[in-house]
């Protein structure tokens, strides 16, 4: 018989508040800082699929509704978060221009579709590219903070604009949607078991070889 031990096969939980590995069978909750112990995040897959399904929905008017507003004696202006990029580009602020197209554009849609592979990943039961997997899952925790880059923007220009100007700038509409993007977004992220990508990954019991046993035994008879 050939197992591999692994921490919730010996009915051990890792707390997520402090980090105790734990009994489940001595303790419901921590024992160091009383936070309810579970192998798996509780309602993890539907939790997740709740918060990115949103976050898609909130796509579209994150970036078709303006997220500025420009007001001057010449007129009021609304700029989109693309129309915003091409401003840049054709002003000669091209590094700028890459950044927020990157940041604001590019990385939300690719954080939601790498989730969607994670989710999809683990409703099939894959057991490949498991490694893989769990990396992209830490890499989509580490640039979820730099998708509010736009937001950042929008905030500068209104301080520095609003200054010595007649023009007054105020957030759009789309600043509030970009903003739930990005924050429904993470909280999938979080929402988001990665101890079930490994689940697969484990191997289950191999039974004895029955054939093999009888034989001996009859052998011996």
């Not at 129309?83 to 554009?105: K, R």
């Not at 929402?191 to 052998?219: C, G, K, M, N």
Request: proline share 6%; aromatic share 6%; net charge positive.
């Amino acid at each position: 018989m050939s197992r591999r031990h692994t921490a919730a096969s010996q009915g051990l939980a890792v707390c997520e508040v402090c980090g105790l590995l734990a009994s489940l069978e001595q303790h419901e909750h921590c024992p160091r800082c009383q936070a309810p112990l579970h192998l798996r995040k509780p309602d993890s897959l539907a939790r997740t699929w709740a918060l990115m399904l949103a976050a898609y929905v909130l796509y579209l008017p994150a970036n078709l509704l303006p997220i500025m507003e420009t007001r001057s004696p010449f007129g009021t202006q609304h700029d989109t978060i693309m129309s915003g990029v091409v401003v840049l580009w054709d002003t000669g602020s091209w590094e700028l221009a890459l950044v927020v197209f990157c940041a604001s554009i590019v990385l939300p849609m690719l954080k939601l579709f790498s989730l969607t592979y994670l989710l999809l990943s683990v409703h099939r039961g894959s057991h490949r590219n498991t490694r893989q997997r769990a990396r992209l899952y830490r890499l989509l925790e580490l640039i979820g903070r730099w998708s509010m880059l736009d937001v950042y923007v929008v905030t500068l220009l209104v301080a520095l604009v609003q200054v010595q100007s007649l023009a007054i700038i105020s957030p759009g509409p789309g600043v509030v949607a970009f903003g739930a993007v990005v924050v429904l977004s993470m909280l999938a992220t979080m929402a988001f078991d990665p101890r079930l990508i490994w689940d697969r990954a484990v191997p289950q019991t191999v039974p004895p070889d029955t054939s093999a046993a009888s034989a001996e035994e009859h052998r011996h008879a």
